[in-house]
């Protein structure tokens, strides 16, 4: 069974940063790609960026510049690196797993909120 654990969210003032953090445990299979997603009241959950088991990265227009994803294979972590917060990007964040072997699978974390203050 896989499980994502996440952290690192919290209340920032605009212009700080903060990094999350998602480990998955269990068997996971590659090809795969991590990556976080985040939904803001009242709006539909978008994709943030995500990262593959080789590296290659994918980001929204709007956090281009200011947000960094990272993945360590070895611990099955990705990291998701916010600088420049605006409040705009406050949200709540999940961490997501797509494998992608004979079957496609999907995971999500619990999400961790994050605010960013005026």
């Known amino acids: 069974q896989v499980q994502l654990v996440e952290s690192g969210g919290g209340l920032v003032q605009a212009g700080g940063s903060l990094r999350l953090s998602c480990t998955a445990s269990?068997?996971?299979?590659?090809?795969?790609?991590m990556g976080w997603y985040r939904q803001a009241p009242g709006k539909q959950r978008e994709l943030v960026a995500e990262?593959?088991?080789?590296?290659?990265?994918n980001y929204a227009d709007s956090v281009k510049g200011r947000f960094t994803i990272s993945r360590d294979n070895a611990k099955n972590t990705v990291y998701l690196q916010m600088n420049s917060l605006k409040p705009e990007d406050t949200a709540v964040y999940y961490c997501?797993?797509?494998?992608?072997?004979?079957?496609?699978?999907?995971?999500w974390g619990q999400g961790t909120q994050v605010t960013v203050s005026s």
């Open positions: 997501n797993l797509k494998v992608r072997t004979l079957v496609f699978s999907e995971y």
């Open positions: 269990g068997t996971i299979f590659i090809p795969n790609t």
């Open positions: 990262v593959t088991n080789t590296g290659g990265a």
